[in-house]
């Protein structure tokens, strides 16, 4: 999250040295940044048992036991799990949650970085912690975590009953729901998963099983009054309580929405659905047929396939132009409106288009050096390490966080000036 | 006419659930599933076959049972799927309890007796049309109904919760360290090559064997990595019971898994 005044007329700086780190630990673990560029961080261990957060070259005053699951919020500080005299809690910046647990992991912050939730263990039980508060009803088990967007609620699937081993007859009753604002839902299913908030984080939708083969969604526990043989994770559209999913019919998996279904093809496979910012159109990656993929606008297919996989189609900010992931032959590329960039790569990460929608920028592997592309054109330039590049509000520049001869470095470059 | 001797076994997964199987219930499932989930494909096989018995010989079944012929492929063919159509899907709750136990326990879909098949019959796939008849039922040996129960909620086999998976991985750690020094397990490490997905034993009852892989992949400077989160078992107990539903659900998740960590390469083990 960069802030308004963040500086972009500052061009290369170099942060610090990772190479001095490496020299400095016996053990440097995996790098993240943070979203402004101004902050490198790794968990690094000094000897066994010994492991801190080492930021910008600066350690943390503290050593843990163990720390995991570092990342930053997105407002810059650095969030992990740390194990000291075998409790775990969080730490935000070296400051721990007042609470120990046996274990937390799920890590979930909300988009301005004020909210934290995190599924935690506490006496041979598992619920959720809030912002370092523990939720006051536990479950035998939770598994994953969801926030709302305004990061106020966070919901979980939870079994609610402890079976012994091999109650396949208890299983068959239904011990599986959603919990949310530490609340189980009043109805169990055989199966739940895709937990998803409404735009207004008022309510909570998921996937559920009610049978072998009788499938829908249910909002607030309340399921559709359709049902179906098969369903994908549920979306709600952007500006009202609309769910949509996809779904199995006779003639195949469509989209649904709010249990009828609204395109009017049906295909092998649908899933990965995402609306456009003001919920007028609708994008999902379909297969047409077996081993071919593509995406689908509005129900309507573009007419490439592609052998291997399409992942995350996204709308331009103006909704008028879809991107997505696709990769052929085992070599990747960006697909935009159908048509592939006349370049492939070893991986490629997520589309980032510009906020004017004109260009489209992504992160690119080839040969194992990391590079910036720009509307299917490579850069020159290659990096050790790359993180996904960030325009400026006018489009014009983009922030590139990079690892170059061992050096971490925020750039920022003129958009034109790439390639 | 094929004589069948079987030692009676009890499993509460079979015995229990077809006490509360219903006639209508039974063949308006083997209805669905022979007319519409294996129509074309399961009619082209069962025309196609001529009892030759050439099978036989490629079933270790048939070969630990003394040349029983009731263990051969074809008969277990017979048995199951043939008496079905012969009986126009009329077949009672005990004739359920037979073709899961032929289904489920005389067959492990080793797919050899359809290499010896002068017709190349995929007699391998006409067990899990019938396993998938019995898993819609219900009629399905306990221990394997629970796995696939467990993969239901977990993604895994073994009902590893999330916390334990991370947990014992990072405990494991502490242990490859004995042996290789600064030795790493690591989580969600984001491009590596290789996503090392293990069997879900490895984070339960035979963590030995994940330290054993740990310390191949640290030796041989493989970049390699694992998911924290659910997707990392590359079992799939759900496509043994017929849950084609939670099949399809656990495999989207390991493949996924791999995608969200963009590595170019899954190991799985067995």
């Known amino acids: 999250m960069l802030t308004d005044d963040w500086d972009w007329d500052i061009q290369d700086r170099v942060i610090t040295d990772i190479d001095e780190w490496k020299r400095r630990y016996p053990i440097v673990q995996e790098c993240s940044v943070s979203d402004d560029g101004e902050r490198i961080a790794a968990i690094v261990e000094t000897a066994p048992q010994k492991a801190t957060v080492c930021i910008n070259g600066n350690p943390w005053e503290t050593e843990y036991e163990k720390i995991w699951s570092l990342k930053f919020s997105p407002d810059s500080r650095a969030v992990c799990s740390v194990l000291r005299n075998y409790e775990w809690t ?17 890590i979930t912050i909300s988009p301005d970085g004020k909210n934290m939730a995190a599924t935690v263990k506490k006496e041979n039980a598992h619920t959720v912690a809030q912002n ?81 083969t009788v499938f829908t969604i249910a909002v607030d526990g309340n399921t559709w009054d359709a049902t179906f043989a098969g369903i994908w994770e549920p979306l709600f559209h952007p500006r009202t309580h609309d769910v949509a999913a996809p779904v199995k019919t006779p003639r195949g998996w469509t989209l649904a929405m709010n249990g009828k ?123 050790e390490a790359l993180w996904n590049p960030i325009f400026s509000p006018d489009g014009e520049k983009l922030l590139i966080r990079c690892i170059e001869n061992g050096k971490y470095c925020r750039k920022v470059v003129k958009v034109n000036d790439i390639a | 006419m094929i004589k069948v001797e079987r030692r009676p076994v009890s499993d509460p997964g079979i015995d229990e659930n077809a006490k509360k199987l219903t006639p209508e219930q039974i063949e308006g499932v083997i209805r669905h599933v022979l007319e519409k989930e294996s129509a074309g494909r399961l009619r082209t096989f069962v025309e196609t076959c001529i009892h030759c018995g050439l099978c036989s010989d490629a079933c ?22 043939w008496d079905m159509i012969r009986r126009k899907y009329r077949v009672d709750a005990e004739s359920i309890k037979m073709y899961a136990r032929i289904s489920y326990a005389e067959c492990n879909i080793c797919k050899r007796c359809s290499m010896y098949c002068p017709f190349g019959i995929d007699i391998a796939y006409l067990m899990t049309v019938v396993r998938r008849i019995c898993g819609l039922l219900g009629v399905v040996p306990q221990y394997l109904q629970d796995q696939g129960n467990s993969h239901m909620y977990t993604y895994s086999q073994s009902w590893v919760p999330q916390d334990d998976w991370v947990d014992t991985a990072l405990w494991l750690e502490d242990e490859l360290r004995m042996d290789i020094r600064n030795g790493r397990i690591p989580f969600d490490k984001e491009g590596a090559e290789v996503m090392y997905s293990p069997h879900s034993l490895e984070a339960k009852f035979k963590t030995n064997l994940l330290t054993n892989i740990a310390k191949i992949m640290n030796v041989a400077g493989v970049d390699w990595t694992m998911p924290s989160f659910d997707g990392w078992d590359s079992t799939n107990q759900a496509m043994h019971v017929g849950d084609y539903e939670t099949m399809g659900m656990v495999e989207r998740m390991h493949f996924e898994a791999a995608m969200r960590l963009k590595v170019k390469k899954i190991i799985t083990s067995e």
Not at chain 1, 152 to 172: C, E, Q, Y
Not at chain 1, 176 to 200: P, Y
Request: with cysteine; charged share 25%.
């Open chain 1, 90 to 106: 969080l730490a935000v910046d070296n400051v721990l949650w007042t609470e120990p647990y046996d274990f937390v992991w799920n």
């Open chain 1, 132 to 212: 370092g508060r523990t939720w006051g009803i536990s479950f035998p088990e939770a598994r994953d975590l969801a926030m709302s967007p305004d990061g106020k609620r966070v919901a979980t699937r939870v079994k609610t009953k402890r079976l012994a081993s091999l109650d396949i007859f208890g299983f068959a009753e239904n011990i599986l729901t959603v919990a949310a604002d530490e609340k189980a839902w009043d109805r169990n299913f055989l199966s739940i998963w895709g937990i998803a908030f409404s735009f207004d984080s008022s309510r909570v939708a998921a996937g559920v099983r009610l049978d072998k």
């Open chain 2, 60 to 81: 270790h079944y048939y070969l630990a049972y003394k040349r029983d012929p009731s263990y051969s492929p074809v008969a277990k063919v017979r048995l199951t799927l």
């Open chain 1, 261 to 383: 279904t609204v395109w009017e093809r049906c295909f092998t496979q649908v899933w990965h659905q995402r609306y456009s910012t003001d919920g007028e159109k609708i994008t999902a990656v379909i297969a047409p047929g077996f081993g071919k993929w593509t995406v689908a606008v509005d129900g309507s297919p573009w007419t490439r396939t592609f052998s291997d996989a399409v992942l995350y189609p996204a709308f331009s900010p103006d909704h008028q132009r879809v991107a997505a992931l696709v990769k052929e032959k085992n070599r990747w590329t960006v697909a935009v409106d159908g048509t592939p960039w006349p370049v492939d790569f070893d991986m490629i990460w997520e589309a980032v288009f510009s906020p004017d929608s004109s260009h489209i920028a992504v992160k690119a592997e080839r040969n194992g050096l990391y590079m910036i592309v720009l509307d299917g054109k490579p850069d020159t330039h290659a990096y």
